[in-house]
Nanobody, 121 residues
Framework: VQLQAYGGGSVQAGDSLRLSCAASGFTFSRSGMGWFRQVPGKEREFVSYITTGGSTYSSDSVKGRFTISRDNAKNTVYLQMNSLKPEDTAVYYC????????????????WGQGTQVTVSS
């Protein structure tokens, strides 16, 4: 299993970014996929999740601003981030669901390497 996250960068508050996560080594269409983020010294926190059928769930902190989507033909999951805030600054990780509750880190069995997002005010 390989997950390659990319698309991070440094932006101003209010800007947008789209993260991508290219997956390989497993049947992508049969796996739920999630995005998490982590700030140094803090726990990795749930951001968004998409089921195999396309249903989505997001944390309250990003609801209405971030949108997760997937393209099974390209084996890629996306995170569209709009109206970015300085508190969104973190390393963002994509992950493959194993089993369990979507917002729990222990429910995922594979993680990408992370991509840095920095939002300045």
């Amino acid at each position: 299993v390989q997950l390659q996250a990319y698309g991070g960068g440094s932006v101003q508050a209010g800007d947008s970014l789209r993260l991508s996560c290219a997956a390989s080594g497993f049947t992508f269409s049969r796996s739920g996929m999630g995005w998490f983020r982590q700030v140094p010294g803090k726990e990795r926190e749930f951001v968004s999740y998409i089921t195999t059928g396309g249903s989505t769930y997001s944390s309250d902190s990003v609801k209405g601003r971030f949108t997760i989507s997937r393209d099974n033909a390209k084996n890629t999951v996306y995170l569209q981030m709009n109206s970015l805030k300085p508190e969104d600054t973190a390393v963002y990780y994509c992950a493959k669901m194993k089993a369990g509750f979507y917002s729990s880190k222990s429910s995922y069995d594979s993680w990408g390497q992370g991509t840095q997002v920095t939002v300045s005010s």
